[in-house]
């Protein structure tokens, strides 16, 4: 079983940034989609990136431009990268592994933009 662990949350004012990142416990790393959900109070969790064993990015229209995942497979890390924070992005940010029939989740991290 793959253990992630977020950490890089936080309280910043609008406009600022984060780094999010996420270590898995998984000598193979390489080989799995990684990816980003946030759940704001009241809402589903959504997915806002995600990035593949290749290196190829998606992005929820509501982050595209804002924010930016990226891997270091050297590491076990995914990261992400968030720039004009607005309160709507307040939300706790999970991370998330997939390959073939192996998934986990981390415990999230909680991100508060005050406006």
């Known amino acids: 079983q793959v253990r992630l662990v977020e950490s890089g949350g936080g309280l910043v004012q609008a406009g600022g940034s984060l780094r999010l990142s996420c270590a898995a416990s998984?000598?193979?790393?390489?080989?799995?989609?990684m990816a980003w959900y946030r759940q704001a109070p009241g809402n589903q969790r959504e997915l806002i990136a995600g990035?593949?064993?290749?290196?190829?990015?998606n992005y929820a229209e509501a982050v595209k431009g804002r924010f930016t995942i990226s891997r270091d497979n050297a590491k076990n890390t995914v990261f992400l990268q968030m720039n004009s924070l607005t309160p709507e992005d307040t939300a706790v940010y999970y991370c998330?592994?997939?390959?073939?029939?192996?998934?986990?989740w981390g415990q999230g991290t909680q991100v508060t933009v005050s406006s």
């Open positions: 998330y592994c997939r390959w073939i029939l192996s998934t986990a």
């Open positions: 998984t000598s193979d790393f390489g080989m799995y989609y």
């Open positions: 990035i593949t064993s290749a290196g190829t990015t």
